[in-house]
């Protein structure tokens, strides 16, 4: 009986500190892991990312897109094709698209190291 409460304190105690260490690493990768508020929708479209869907539509309104950092040519080219729209220029992290009627802004900023979001404006 010793024995058994001798070895339920030893496991207890080692489940506690696998909690503290998870919490300590979660309190100070707090910001990289909220940057962009609720990480969820994020971590949704980051799963369903593979070779035959190289981008994921993360929000509606503004439109918000993930992609892997080296793949992104396919959003840029679902840009132009579906807002019927051409490439103009790069700006720093931004790409313009023009058309006669509308320009179409969109700005991509690193997540977590190995993704790019990226923003889309219309105007």
């Known amino acids: 009986m010793k024995k058994q409460?001798?070895?339920h304190i030893v496991l207890l105690s080692i489940m506690m500190a696998i909690v503290i260490i998870i919490?300590?690493?979660?309190?100070?990768?707090?910001?990289?892991?909220?940057q962009r508020g609720n990480p969820i929708p994020y971590l949704i479209s980051i799963?369903?990312?593979?070779?035959?869907k190289t981008y994921m539509l993360v929000e509606d309104n503004p439109m918000v897109f993930i992609t892997k950092r080296d793949n992104y040519e396919e959003l840029l080219a679902y840009i132009e094709e579906s807002?019927?729209?051409?490439y103009d220029e790069q700006m720093g992290s931004g790409y313009i698209f023009r058309s006669d009627e509308k320009v179409?802004?969109?700005?991509?900023?690193?997540?977590?190291?190995?993704?790019?979001?990226?923003?889309?404006?219309i105007k």
């Open 23 to 34: 919490s300590v690493i979660f309190i100070m990768k707090w910001p990289v892991i909220f």
């Open 47 to 52: 799963v369903q990312l593979n070779d035959n």
């Open 83 to 86: 807002n019927e729209v051409a």
């Open 5 to 7: 409460m001798e070895k």
């Open 104 to 121: 179409i802004t969109i700005t991509s900023e690193i997540y977590w190291r190995n993704y790019y979001v990226w923003t889309m404006s």
